[in-house]
């Protein structure tokens, strides 16, 4: 099994933070690299996120530069995404997934097995 749980998506108002969480079943994230999709109505899958196995290397859409964060707790087994300053572009269902590999900069390029439900994140005032 590798299963991937995301949580902590919700309602939230223009300009307001969520933490997200990407959560393994039936494996550890240690050795995982882990990147975060979201996917709005209407739209493509969009890469919002990536962060190597250890924590130490990061990467962000464009479009997420300077008001989202990632990061990891290894020994907890999650990987957070914050959001702050939320705006109503930021309304999707988000995903985490991952693999062993560090693909780098062109992570959102990988056709990765392995999805969670995702996690329900909607901006609006």
């Known amino acids: 099994q590798l299963q991937f749980v995301e949580s902590g998506g919700g309602l939230e108002q223009p300009g307001g933070s969520l933490r997200l969480s990407c959560a393994a079943s039936g494996f550890s994230l240690g050795n995982y690299a882990i990147g975060w999709f979201r996917q709005a109505p209407g739209k493509g899958r969009e890469g919002v996120s990536y962060?190597?196995?250890?924590?130490?290397?990061?990467f962000y859409a464009d479009s997420v530069k300077g008001r989202f964060t990632i990061s990891r707790d290894n020994a907890e087994n999650t990987v957070y995404l914050q959001m702050s300053s939320l705006k109503p572009e930021d309304t999707a269902v988000y995903y985490c997934?991952?693999?062993?590999?560090?693909?780098?900069?062109?992570?959102?390029?990988?056709?990765?097995?392995?999805w969670g439900q995702g996690t329900q994140v909607t901006v609006s005032s």
């Open positions: 962060i190597s196995s250890s924590g130490a290397i990061t």
């Open positions: 997934t991952g693999d062993r590999m560090y693909y780098g900069a062109n992570w959102y390029r990988v056709p990765y097995d392995y």
